[in-house]
């Protein structure tokens, strides 16, 4: 951890590969059973028509196109030398699977060391999982699983129709780590039904299970989502920036010291924001935490002392 007060992705990045490491997204069309009927009509609450691909070049091209014209973008940029693919958008293992072990192999290119999936853990499937393994051994490359869980409350995983609930996201993660991957969970800390004592639970559950890296989300409201149709009939409110900071920094404290923090905070798509960051940008959020760390002399695992028996200590 060195002198930051919790695991820095860009530092584990380093130390993993030996030098810096740029994620290459790729956005491809797609769907996911939350939205065709499969398992539910519509999508979560909070998610738009991107499926987060908003950041991402055309879905029109193809695997082997994004991934060149990435590359060539971060290596004029930032003179990058090694590189991740980031299927990011929508579930990308919810795909026939002639069409899935096509996709990772069209990512398969020079200095292409890992290989990220970004899916949701009821589309995690050994199939799948034993194919990417095939791919890991043939080819060097180091492959890990991306998984949307949000909250481990899943009363509101239910309110925002997530479609799932917390086994699902348990079994996905014991299968991830059984053929070797590692897995990184996504978590908004502040969707409108969870207190405090979530953010404390959704770093336990985490940290029993030994995922690998976190993702933290600042929750955004988007125009034309059912969450968006909530928050303009005023059903919720947002907690405060300074509660959102708070948050933080206790699910750091009891996350346990290894784990690696991929994001801190979100950002949503600018065209259709309803609320994003409290008006203010992301790094300045960012930047509030890592005071806010500081002040209160909090660092990542500071109250990492729950498992293994806490009463016999």
Same mark, same amino acid.
């Given at each position: 951890?060195?002198?930051? #007060?919790?695991? &820095? ?11 810096? !490491?740029?994620?290459?997204? /790729? ?11 499969? !398992? ?7 998610? +738009?028509?991107? *499926? ?20 060539? =973008?971060?290596?004029? #940029? ?20 002639? #069409? ?7 990512? $398969?290119?020079?200095? /292409? ?15 799948? $999982?034993? =194919? ?41 993660? $014991?299968?991830?780590?059984? @053929? ?13 039904? %969870?207190?405090?004592? %979530? ?17 933290? @989300? ?14 303009? #009939? ?8 300074? +509660?959102?900071?708070?948050? !933080? ?9 290894? /784990? /690696? ?12 924001? $309803? ?21 209160? +002399? ?8 729950? &498992?293994? *028996?806490?009463?016999?200590?």
């Amino acid at each position: 951890m060195g002198k930051n #007060r919790y695991n &820095l992705y860009s530092e584990h990045l380093v130390k993993k590969f030996g030098e810096k !490491v740029y994620k290459l997204p /790729v956005n491809l069309p797609g769907t996911c059973p939350n939205r065709d009927g499969k !398992v539910g009509w519509g999508g979560c609450i909070f998610c +738009d028509e991107d *499926g987060s691909g908003f950041e991402c070049l055309s879905n029109d091209l193809a695997v082997g196109q994004q991934v060149a014209m990435n590359k060539a =973008f971060f290596r004029k #940029r930032y003179n990058a030398g090694k590189f991740i693919v980031y299927f990011q958008a929508f579930t990308n293992t919810y795909l026939p699977f002639d #069409r899935f072990k096509a996709n990772i192999l069209d990512a $398969l290119d020079q200095d /292409v060391v890992g290989i990220s999936v970004s899916t949701r853990p009821d589309c995690v499937n050994d199939s799948y $999982l034993d =194919f990417l393994y095939s791919v890991k051994e043939d080819h060097g490359v180091d492959i890990n699983i991306e998984l949307g869980l949000q909250t481990v409350n899943y009363r509101t995983l239910a309110r925002v129709n997530r479609g799932h609930t917390l086994a699902e996201f348990i079994d996905a993660v $014991l299968r991830i780590k059984k @053929h070797g991957f590692a897995a990184c969970a996504h978590l908004i800390l502040n969707l409108p039904w %969870d207190e405090l004592a %979530d953010t404390v639970e959704n770093a336990k559950i985490l940290s029993a299970l030994g995922v690998e890296y976190v993702k933290l @989300h600042s929750l955004y409201v988007v125009r034309g989502t059912a969450l968006g149709d909530m928050f303009e #009939r005023g059903e919720f409110e947002v907690i405060s920036l300074q +509660d959102y900071v708070e948050r !933080v920094g206790e699910f750091l404290a009891y996350l346990e010291p290894s /784990v /690696v923090i991929q994001r801190l905070v979100g950002r949503g798509p600018k065209d259709s924001l $309803l609320f994003s960051n409290w008006g203010v940008s992301w790094w300045l959020v960012k930047q509030r935490i890592e005071e806010y760390l500081e002040q209160k +002399d909090i660092y990542q695992g500071k109250k990492f002392d729950y &498992l293994n *028996g806490k009463a016999l200590k």
